[in-house]
């Protein structure tokens, strides 16, 4: 079946900082869903992005369709944007998710 | 608009036991979707709904099941409960197949003693 990574697992930053977040899949997917989980476990929808470049305030994301990768920008962090993030790829009437990416942002 | 709602949002319950779980997906969505998420084995596919049938199924032994009612509305059962089922169950919701976009209720965690 498709794999879905993520990398890299674990990032630390100080509050202000930029980071890139990253999602590679194995093979062609319908579309590309990005996540936050938040303390309490609810998945919060940040972008449903099957190709191309959207932006939200100071996260944006990309997706490379036809190179089967994804990414997750974060500019300016904030305490608040801390938590694991989740990639998911959707084939074969399912999701299929990374294994996530532990942000702690450091005041 | 009501989001995905998910209830009991916590759960105990005793190995050999059976489990119900339910999920009212957001108005006019017609998939419902089932994942388990485990600290060991991540976020899993589960089972999928739509207009009542189930579409496509995970790789769980037979004691996971569900069903869909004709308001959309999801239930999922969990008899002979293990200590391993203990897991954070997440429902989804789309408009279309479950591999379109999904919006996720706030999740039942299941502990199983």
């Keep these: ?37 938040n303390p309490w ?18 996260l944006s994301a990309t ?20 938590g694991v993030y989740f990639c998911a790829g959707g084939a074969t009437n399912k999701l299929i998710f990374g294994t996530g990416t532990l942000l702690a942002v450091q005041p | 608009k009501a989001g995905v709602t998910q209830t009991p949002r916590y759960l105990i319950k005793t190995r050999g036991q059976q489990v119900t779980l339910s999920c009212s997906p957001i108005s006019g969505h017609r998939s419902v979707s089932w994942y388990q998420q485990t600290p060991g084995q991540g976020l899993q596919f589960l089972f999928e709904y739509f207009s009542e049938t189930q579409r496509n199924k995970g790789n769980f032994p037979g004691r996971f099941s569900g069903r869909q ?18 897991a954070l169950y997440l429902c989804a919701s789309s408009v279309g197949p479950a591999d379109t976009e999904a919006f996720f209720g706030q999740g039942t965690r299941l502990t199983v003693v």
């Design chain 1, 1 to 37: 079946g498709i794999q879905v990574e993520q990398s890299p697992p674990d990032l630390i930053l100080q509050e202000g900082a930029n980071s890139t977040l990253r999602c590679n899949f194995s093979d062609s997917v319908n579309n590309l869903q990005w996540f936050h989980q």
């Design chain 1, 41 to 58: 476990g609810q998945l919060i929808n940040l972008f449903y992005i099957p190709s191309g470049t959207k932006q939200n305030g100071r």
């Design chain 1, 63 to 82: 997706t490379v369709a036809t190179e089967r990768y994804s990414l997750l920008y974060i500019s300016s962090s904030q305490t608040t944007d801390s």
């Design chain 2, 69 to 86: 009612f004709s308001n959309s509305r999801s239930e999922m059962n969990v008899s002979t409960l293990e200590l391993g089922d203990s």
